[in-house]
């Protein structure tokens, strides 16, 4: 779209932050280039330089996760695209040619997700890696682009929250927005210098930001960790915990059928939960295996204590009966001869 001339397009009022006359790409040689694209690259790069050194780290090979990247790369649009599509079926089923106009937008981060796991896991399987430390360092990664790509939502102008008043409220100028965009918005229109703004929820800046602090998290218990796979659920509980808070204050949420359920959120409750069940039990599998190690270290110690004195009589023994042995027999050799 033209971009308007002196115009500030976000606005962070409360926080006196302007940005005025965004771009949404850029040319190379007479070829559009998009910024979301430009980040998305960036958060893949960012996050696989992240894996490779939690690998490093762990005593694995990075040249698995530099192969195996590139079909979780491939997958993993495929993923976010059919996701999206399956779940906005009425804005493909007239024209279905466009489920293939990826550069017209409609991909989600969890059909992305779900396809990157399960690439990741047949990748291990064929190459007969450990499955769930791969998937422990592999979320780290993950995490990672999840926490710059959201940004690409930013250049957008996309992916935001209903009408908020809070410090850090996001004005967008409506004239660099589409229908579908601010459709599910019900706030008021605001005005300033002749100019109209709708004021949301930054929700890329809080996701970004909740993706942060998983990823923190993630690297701290990297290293102490009781089990493989441990990491991988506290992704899930983390990453799924942020994301129902804040798919809940978005205004573009794919719904389940006709039904108001969002799908994303209900996904992310279910991820939750289940990662919560699957880490307690495996968490008291570790302790209980620990208590067995602990239990059986301390009955060969015991052991190895009490076989010591009997060592010793019986070594006294065998040296006192080496030292009293009786007199040779008489053989008829040793007889002497008859005079």
């Not at 500030?8 to 040319?27: N, P, R, V, Y």
């Not at 991909?107 to 450990?130: D, E, H, S």
């Not at 915990?241 to 039904?259: A, C, P, S, V, Y």
Request: glycine fraction near 10%; hydrophobic fraction near 50%; aromatic fraction near 12%.
């Amino acid at each position: 779209m033209t971009a308007l001339t002196g115009t500030i397009d976000i606005w962070f009022e409360k926080l006196g932050i302007a940005i005025h006359d965004i771009q949404k790409s850029f040319s190379v040689f007479g070829f559009e280039v998009y910024f979301y694209g430009v980040i998305i690259a960036a958060g893949v790069l960012a996050g696989l330089f992240v894996a490779t050194r939690v690998a490093k780290k762990t005593g694995q090979d990075p040249e698995n996760y530099l192969e195996m990247v590139i079909f979780c790369i491939i997958f993993g649009v495929i993923g976010a695209r059919l996701y999206y599509v399956i779940f906005a079926w009425d804005d493909f089923k007239n024209d279905l040619l466009q489920v293939f106009n990826i550069r017209g937008g409609g991909l989600a981060i969890y059909g992305a997700v779900i396809a990157g796991v399960l690439t990741a896991v047949i990748y291990c399987k064929k190459k007969k890696l450990n499955t769930l430390l791969v998937l422990d360092t592999a979320c780290c990664g993950l995490i990672t682009g999840q926490m710059l790509g959201r940004w690409s939502n930013f250049v957008n102008m996309e992916a935001f929250g209903g009408y908020t008043e809070a410090f850090t409220a996001m004005r967008l100028n409506t004239a660099k927005l589409t229908a579908n965009m601010f459709s599910g918005y019900t706030g008021p229109i605001i005005t300033a210098d002749g100019v109209d703004y709708i004021q949301v929820h930054p929700t890329f800046l809080y996701e970004s930001l909740w993706s942060l602090g998983v990823l923190l998290l993630l690297l701290f218990m990297t290293k102490r960790k009781k089990f493989d796979g441990q990491i991988f659920l506290l992704y899930l509980i983390g990453y799924g915990l942020g994301r129902f808070w804040i798919e809940g204050l978005r205004t573009d949420q794919l719904k389940i059928g006709h039904t108001n359920l969002a799908v994303s959120q209900l996904l992310s409750g279910v991820l939750v939960i289940a990662g919560i069940a699957v880490l307690v039990i495996m968490l008291r599998k570790a302790k209980a295996k620990a208590a067995l190690a602990a239990e059986g270290a301390a009955a060969d110690a015991a052991g190895d204590a009490e076989s010591v004195p009997g060592e010793a009589v019986s070594s006294a023994e065998t040296a006192a009966a080496e030292t009293v042995s009786p007199a040779e027999p008489e053989t008829p050799e040793n007889t002497p001869p008859e005079a």
